[in-house]
């Protein structure tokens, strides 16, 4: 399978490194330290028309999860926060496209695509990060749809967001179970609430809030496909698009790895200790060159990930592949950004410096997204068979 790029897609990177070059990077610092959320950057990838990039022509992209790779990886080079803001617009974008009605889609895809629209996926749980099936939040049938009651963490874009998707436990009327669904939630529903953002670590610059749902009534055609988890459009279904999304998630640790490189390779060639500099010590040398080999590794693991969901691999196949590149690449990314840190010395560890900032960020994508522990398990469980217990 061949995952060489393209003219189009070395043409989208040529693109997006000369925006991130001359737009981003002068922003990425302050959009870190002040915590808040980037609508000028928003704007600006809005205007280079960049939220449907991995979806079909029909809604304006290319229809590639690679060429999406290759955009978020150069973003995120530069500034974390500004690749984010892509990712958490495709996630309900994907999640839609692959279990949403005729309606639904001709009713927020399009919006998506052209950012006049932003939505949020909501999974996790107080009690429930990766274990999905352990969500308590009911969605109980009624009449005239469903009422909504739960509490959720964590939630993305939630405060920015029109739109939430919502996973809950579907009941019927009279409180059996149904299976899990998403639910598509309008931000000025009755009943919803936004919780305070929390003061992140890394990726501080896109919010994350937990949702209170006391009583939250939607309509029947809020469900996103049919009840329950089985069936083409349902639960699986926009959990499948969250699966081939995983290589994207990626990407953005080899974008982190790559500008931690960056920084690096400049600072100790102007950095000068007993008489010369810095990166002609051996020992500097040889932890960068350890830091590229890393990173290069982790980029083909990555793009040839991406090249699998481009050719239409998916279910089992697919999942251990992009729970290793998710898993190989931000691991790395840790460990380049700790490297990095290392060659700033003291510096590393001052503000004034953007070193410690990819440190931040990489840490956070080692959990995201499914921690790299779970990533394991699908690993070893696509190899030995799932354990039980």
């Known amino acids: 399978m061949s995952y060489e ?21 002068a922003r990425a610092d302050e959009i870190d330290r002040s915590a808040e ?9 809005k205007g280079l028309g960049l939220f449907a990039l991995p979806f079909p022509a029909e809604y304006g992209g290319t229809g590639s999860t690679l060429s999406a790779c290759i955009a978020v990886e150069e973003l995120g080079r530069v500034c974390y926060n500004t690749g984010y803001l892509l990712v958490v617009q495709w996630t309900p974008f994907g999640a839609i496209f692959a279990g949403g009605t005729a309606a639904q889609k001709q009713r927020l895809l399009p919006g998506l695509a052209s950012g006049d629209l932003r939505g949020a996926l909501s999974l996790t749980e ?33 405060d920015i967001a029109d739109f939430i998707l919502v996973a809950a436990r579907t ?37 994350s809030c937990p949702l209170f749902l006391d009583g939250a009534a939607i309509g029947a055609d ?11 459009g349902g639960f699986k279904v926009a959990m499948e698009a969250l699966n081939t999304s995983r290589p994207i998630v990626a990407a953005r640790a080899v974008g982190i790895a790559q500008g931690a490189i960056d920084h690096a390779a400049k600072y100790i060639q102007e950095r000068r200790a007993f008489g010369q500099a810095i990166s002609d010590f051996q020992g500097v040398r040889w932890m960068l060159a350890d830091m590229v080999m890393q990173t290069e590794a982790a980029r083909q693991l990555v793009y040839r990930t991406a090249a699998m969901v481009d050719a239409g691999v998916t279910g089992k196949a697919l999942a251990p592949m992009a729970a290793m590149a998710k898993c190989f690449a931000s691991d790395v ?37 499914g921690t790299n522990q779970i990533q394991r398990n699908i690993i070893a469980g696509s190899l030995l068979g ?3 217990g």
């Open 126 to 158: 107080p009690q429930s990060g990766s274990d999905v099936s352990g969500i308590k939040t009911i969605a109980r049938r009624t009449a005239n749809g469903y009422v909504l009651d739960g509490a959720k963490i964590w939630c993305t874009n939630a």
């Open 222 to 232: 809020s469900r996103l496909g049919p009840e329950g988890e089985t069936g083409a």
């Open 386 to 388: 799932r354990v039980s």
């Open 171 to 207: 009941q019927g009327v009279q409180g059996e179970p149904l299976g899990i669904n998403l639910f598509i939630v309008d931000k000025a529903t009755p009943g919803l609430t936004i919780g305070r953002k929390e003061d992140k670590m890394g990726a501080r610059g896109v919010p």
């Open 5 to 25: 790029l393209s003219e189009d897609q070395k043409a989208i990177q040529e693109l997006i490194r000369r925006v991130a070059r001359e737009k981003v990077a």
């Open 37 to 45: 959320y980037p609508h000028d950057m928003f704007e600006l990838l």
């Open 333 to 369: 990314a840790m460990k380049v950004a700790t490297d990095a840190v290392q060659l700033f010395g003291a510096a590393g560890v001052s503000s004034e410096y953007p070193i410690n900032r990819y440190f931040r960020d990489a840490k956070v994508v080692q959990i995201i997204e």
